[in-house]
């Protein structure tokens, strides 16, 4: 399988950012058999929880860039995150 180049990587980018998180992470998945999960909501910044995804048959990086906000239900206090931004950029190997 060829490595996604400058342009496929856009359109990839653009197609997950109208998802929502599951069907983006469900879609990477069965994009890419070589492909895994690096880490799942990773809390780095402030308000941002981030899901990389490293497929490597498609020399790509892709990472979900999430929102927590929690929400009170029934006097339970609820998770609820909203997707932002979606990166995707070449792993060192992809040179196109």
């Known amino acids: 399988m060829a490595f996604l180049n400058a342009q496929e990587r856009e ?22 058999k070589k492909g895994r999960l690096a880490y799942l909501r990773n809390n780095q910044r402030t308000g941002q ?3 990389r995804f490293e497929l490597d048959g498609l020399g790509t990086r892709v990472t979900l860039i999430e929102r927590y906000e929690p929400t ?13 931004d979606v990166v995707v950029e070449p792993t060192p190997d992809n040179r196109t």
């Open 72 to 84: 009170e239900r029934g006097g339970k206090v609820r998770a609820q995150f909203e997707l932002l």
């Open 49 to 51: 929880w981030m899901t």
């Open 11 to 32: 359109n990839l980018r653009n197609e997950l950012k109208n998802l929502s998180f599951g069907a983006a992470k469900f879609k990477l998945h069965r994009l890419d």
